[in-house]
């Protein structure tokens, strides 16, 4: 099915681990973003991608790292996992330009 | 600072009602979005808008580029409905989003 898949669905880490949350789309779709969603709060981007080989910082980066090797993979790494990134992380993707967006279902972490 | 303003940000409403929902924005955008949010926490795109309305079945969505406003409206409200809806602006000087705080909607049989 096309779409936007985004793996795992939930994690717990402790202070200090690394991860990598993984998204991916079939679309070949351009555009691809990270955010966060925290309650309260609306969605924040994180990091973006206009590309292969190009990705760009969003409104709030630290503490992340992404990377865009192919079109069709944007991860998301936490490098080192603090409480304050306990969230729930939406990836997205679309075409550039003012096109419709298509998300991921999430990825609930919790950092304890 | 709150680049982009819903209300309400809370409504409940009787099955069959018309139910509007507003967004305000202070940044020149390219394009502005309706989002979806369902208790389950998935996201889906409901409308994207650069001028004028849309409509897609119950839903209708207006902008107002001058004003800097858009409204999504719902008519013949139903308990399917019920749902977080985020209104969210791509920025016209480059590629960043903003995105409201949402407005949860129950709509009651």
């Known amino acids: 099915n096309a779409g936007v898949t985004q793996t795992p669905k939930f994690q717990v880490l402790k202070t200090g681990q690394s991860m990598t949350l993984q998204c991916a789309q079939d679309?070949?779709?351009?555009?691809m973003s990270w955010y966060r969603q925290d309650p309260g709060m609306g969605l924040r981007l994180i990091h973006y991608s206009v590309g292969a080989g190009i990705t760009d910082q969003g409104e709030v980066p630290n503490g992340y790292n992404v990377s865009r090797s192919t079109t069709e993979d944007f991860p998301l790494r936490l490098l080192s996992a603090a409480p304050s990134q306990t969230s729930v992380y939406f990836c997205a993707s679309s075409y550039t330009g003012s096109y419709g967006y298509t998300f991921g279902s999430g990825t609930r972490l919790t950092v304890v | 600072k709150n680049e982009v303003e819903q209300s309400p940000q809370n409504l409940t409403a009787q099955e069959g009602e018309f139910i509007t929902i507003n967004c305000s924005y202070s940044v020149g955008i390219s394009a502005l979005h309706w989002l979806q949010q369902h208790p389950g926490g998935g996201i889906v795109s409901l409308f994207m808008l650069s001028s004028g309305k849309k409509k897609h079945g119950r839903l209708i969505a207006t902008i107002n580029i001058q004003e800097k406003h858009s409204s999504l409206h719902i008519t013949a409200s139903h308990p399917r409905d019920s749902a977080v809806y985020i209104c969210?602006?791509?920025?016209?000087?480059?590629?960043?989003?903003?995105f409201g705080t949402g407005t949860s909607l129950t709509v009651i049989p």
């Open positions: 679309m070949n779709h351009e555009y």
């Open positions: 969210a602006v791509r920025s016209n000087t480059g590629n960043q989003f903003y």
